[in-house]
């Protein structure tokens, strides 16, 4: 193959214990081309609808981006899919590392896993063979213990493994899976899926190169030494080097958009205790990075004065255990990142989940009785960290909370639901929408539920002066806007965004990598593109392939019972925030509703229902979903 991609699919059905290679034609790749494409196009086209995410008929899907492994900073990613247990619709969870590069130089693009092992098993795949190995003896392990048992089992210590861990054993709604320990599928309960499946994890070793798939790799080689250069000479992308997600802490909480106790209030008054400077005086060891990438935002840290194996807290995750918990103590929320990483829970639904369980304390909807004897009161740290515990394990209190927020609020009745801050059942990632109403906007119209990736995020666009801007001009973003602003033309910005943000996650580019969040010109972005494949594709191309994927995800959920209705925010959202320089502000609900119907309209959806128009459609060569739903 010379357009980026092996072509080969393995298919895998663990009830009849079967293992089969599929190749995949370049006409089909120019439509599905990896990613986020590749998943959606095969969960509508092989999972019934209304498939019970834990039954053994939902489809999980692997699969690498078009790029995923080329010599170009950022290029690592992979997508895991399935139907969510979270949010009963379309689920997705992307990661970078080392894992999705090493897959595609062992000869796949994608796994599909069907079925169910009467056991618990896990994969092994070198270099186009695959295998299914017991895995009796990895269950209930830790994930660092299981990695190193894959390892020495198989006597190679460069394998990559990608695995669940207790949480997805016990289905937690919100397990995750991690590659190297270090890099995480974390939300929307992909580890559970795995976990029901009986499969522990994915072991990959392979030798093939990306430079022998690509059309024209001397290219693609240039142009990664180029982008390796600029990672410092663009202040976005040489901070994420030099600090990281954590840096976000604190500017984030000058501007009132740092989330405090479960999104009541905008800043934090412990925030000196767990800005940047206190991470790199208490934490910090040193830096790594994800495959051929220079970036170099992973870090190293000790915990409670002991390496970690699993890297350090990132900003989310910092977010999550910290402010919204209302707890300052940095090493608790090191050590909560550590549970988590080491049970595979989703770092951001855990932690506000929890929040949510310490407001319904405060507010006597549970009590004592309920929580086992514990304290959840903001700010204590001692059970937030039983609670993760019980929550791997589902055990005592733990064991609703494991079902997450929404289905918690449930349960326990009355205001609860108020306090579950979530979408569809995922809960808000730590980033304000009353500060910044694109992101709100991402929240609810996200096909996962609440994503904080859907765009890059309002402030770049403000400047017309700045990098940022003046990057996605070849977007056709051309109009600087206000953050907090909903008006025709952000809804046009949102529009664009979304289509590129998607993009990204169909050839494997990481958030961080192409402008406007990052360094990489989305000229080179198109370059990288063509170098790969030969396809010679305009702009204008590569964003439909962003807006196929989208629409293939709406679709699934359309299909599964989803409508406008479900595009929304959480009421605390719409009030006003109790404290910080953004107090009393609240996304105004007209505004916000207005804006939906504006992006629906322009998106060529039906303003009311939000069903994608036929025209939209056929324009995206989708008119096969005709088949799927009744669409006008």
């Known amino acids: 193959m010379a357009y980026g991609s092996t072509a080969k699919i393995l298919r895998v059905n663990l009830s009849t214990n079967t293992l089969e290679v599929e190749t995949l034609s370049e006409d089909f790749y120019r439509l599905y081309p990896g990613g986020k494409a590749l998943a959606g196009y095969i969960l509508l086209n092989e999972m019934p609808a209304h498939t019970e995410p834990f039954a053994p008929e939902n489809v999980l899907v692997i699969a690498n981006g078009l790029l995923t492994g080329a010599p170009v900073s950022t290029a690592t990613r992979y997508i895991v899919s399935a139907r969510s247990p979270l949010t009963n619709g379309y689920g997705e969870s992307e990661a970078g590392g080392f894992w999705g590069p090493e897959l595609k130089m062992a000869g796949f693009e994608a796994i599909i896993v069907k079925g169910r092992a009467q056991q618990p098993v896990y994969l092994w795949i070198q270099d186009g063979v695959a295998e299914i190995r017991s895995a009796q003896h990895l269950w209930g392990r830790t994930t660092a213990e299981a990695q190193e048992t894959i390892r020495a089992e198989l006597d190679d210590e460069k394998i990559r493994v990608l695995q669940i861990g207790i949480g997805g054993e016990n289905l937690v709604r919100f397990a995750g899976l991690t590659n190297d320990l270090r890099h995480f599928n974390g939300r929307n309960g992909m580890g559970a899926v795995m976990g029901s499946k009986n499969l522990r994890a994915i072991a990959v070793r392979g030798s093939q190169r990306y430079q022998a798939l690509a059309h024209d790799p001397e290219t693609l080689l240039a142009l990664g030494r180029k982008l390796s250069k600029s990672v410092r000479e663009n202040p976005l992308s040489w901070d994420l080097q030099v600090r990281g997600t954590p840096g976000l802490v604190e500017p984030l909480n000058t501007a009132g958009m740092l989330p405090t106790r479960n999104f009541r209030q905008g800043a934090f008054e412990g925030v000196d205790n767990i800005k940047w400077e206190a991470y790199e005086q208490q934490l910090l060891t040193a830096r790594r990075s994800c495959y051929a990438c220079a970036v170099r935002c992973k870090r190293e840290v000790n915990v409670n004065g002991q390496p970690s194996p699993y ?77 993760l515990e019980q929550i791997a394990r589902r055990q005592g209190f733990g ?34 929408a009353r500060g910044k109403y694109n992101v709100g906007m991402g929240y609810a119209i996200s096909e996962i539920g609440a994503d904080h990736l859907v765009v890059a995020h309002d402030p770049g666009f403000i400047n017309p002066d700045s990098i940022q801007f003046k990057s996605a001009f070849s977007l056709g973003i051309t109009v600087a806007q206000p953050a907090r ?50 396809w010679n594709l305009s702009m204008e191309d590569v964003l439909k392939i962003g807006e196929r994927a989208t629409n293939m995800a709406r679709i699934f959920n359309l299909r599964e019972g989803f409508s406008r209705k479900d595009d929304t925010l959480p009421e605390r959202i719409f009030q006003g925030l109790e404290n910080g320089p953004l107090k009393g502000l609240g996304l105004p609900r007209e505004e916000f509703e207005r804006a939906l119907t504006i992006l629906y309209t322009l998106k060529g959806w039906d303003p009311e229902t939000g069903v994608p128009g036929m025209e939209r459609l056929e324009a995206l060569s989708l008119g096969w979903v005709v088949g799927l739903l009744n669409v006008r």
């Open 311 to 387: 890297g350090g807290p990132e900003y989310e995750t910092i977010g999550a255990f910290g402010p919204d918990c209302g707890i300052s103590d940095l090493q608790a929320i090191a050590k909560a990142n550590e549970l988590c990483n080491a049970y595979m829970l989703d770092s951001i639904s855990a932690g506000a989940t929890i929040a949510f369980a310490m407001e319904c304390f405060e507010h006597g909807l549970i009590g004592l009785e309920d929580t086992g004897g514990l304290e959840l009161r903001f700010g204590n740290a001692e059970a937030m960290l039983t609670l």
């Open 399 to 432: 064991d609703l909370l494991a079902e997450g927020s929404m289905r918690a609020a449930e349960k326990i009745g009355g205001e609860a639901k108020f306090f579950a801050i979530q979408v569809k059942g995922q809960e808000l990632a730590m980033h304000e």
């Open 485 to 534: 602003l909903l008006n025709d033309e952000k809804m046009k910005h949102f529009y664009i965004l979304e289509k590129w943000g998607s993009l990204e996650k169909v050839v494997g580019y990481c958030f961080f990598g192409p402008s406007p969040r990052s360094f990489i010109h989305p000229d080179d972005v198109l370059t990288s593109i063509n170098a790969a494949t030969g």
